[in-house]
């Protein structure tokens, strides 16, 4: 029977905050699609989103992004990032960026239609929800903030999670509310993005769960952090991990 994937060609967009410290997370990316029958390729000439420095109005730093990005990956069917808040960035603000540069608008314009987070991706374009992961685990799911309102992945996430063979998907109270990381707003209102992330942190133990599992690791690193400290026994985990696990690949 034919993979899902087969003849396609994607481009890993590993996201600078995976490629330097959840590696893991990018081999997990590219095990779930080549195992789908996608080609996967991670160009060595990928750098950051740009959303740093477009969110704090640094836009000659964020175009200069947008031209690497295009440089990087305008040879590929699609590109994929297992990270909603970086394909949101691509999706509103290179467009933005680009808007005065019209030869760049254009390409800009052509990448982003094929520029998915990792669930979008999976469930849209390859169809299927099942990959044949199983995971025999509690999990509880936090659908980050750029996940919800920016690249607006919907249920995607979930029913991937709800297909996975062995898993427990338990509700988490409060989860429309922010984690507190929000990139530099966690470092100037480091008190707000502290209380935050305790009152997210609260509510993920009291699901009873084993992992807390998102699809951006920068929110998983900030309510993690607070998990560590207090001594809570939830693991903080990629979606991507759980959807490569070991068990879907023996």
Not at 136 to 159: F, K, Q, S
Not at 177 to 206: E, Q, Y
């Amino acid at each position: 029977m034919e993979q899902p994937g087969h003849g396609l060609t994607v481009g890993l967009f590993a996201t600078c905050v995976n490629d330097i410290m959840f590696p893991g997370t990018v081999r997990a990316t590219m095990g779930v699609l080549t195992r789908l029958g996608c080609r996967v390729e991670f160009p060595d000439e990928q750098t950051c989103c740009g959303q740093m420095f477009t969110n704090t109005g640094y836009f000659s730093a964020g175009l200069a992004t947008v031209r690497a990005f295009v440089q990087a990956f305008a040879k590929y069917d699609y590109v994929v990032a297992p990270s909603a808040s970086c394909i949101g960035s691509v999706r509103h603000q290179h467009e933005m960026l680009s808007q005065n540069k019209p030869a760049l608008a254009r390409q800009v314009k052509t990448l982003v239609a094929r520029s998915y987070d990792l669930c979008e991706f999976l469930v849209d374009v390859l169809g299927v929800t099942d990959v044949g992961a199983s995971f025999p685990h509690t999990v509880t799911y936090h659908l980050t903030c750029h996940a919800r309102r920016v690249a607006c992945v919907g249920d995607r996430p979930r029913r991937l999670l709800e297909a996975v063979r062995g898993l427990t998907l338990v509700d988490l109270p409060e989860a429309e509310t922010c984690c507190g990381f929000g990139g530099t707003f966690s470092v100037k209102n480091s008190a707000v993005s502290v209380a935050l992330a305790t009152d997210k942190a609260r509510n993920i133990v009291a699901t009873g769960a084993e992992f807390v599992v998102a699809g951006d690791n920068a929110c998983l690193m900030n309510v993690g952090g607070v998990l560590r400290r207090e001594g809570a026994a939830v693991k903080p985990i990629h979606l991507a991990h759980i959807l490569n696990s070991e068990e879907a690949v023996r």
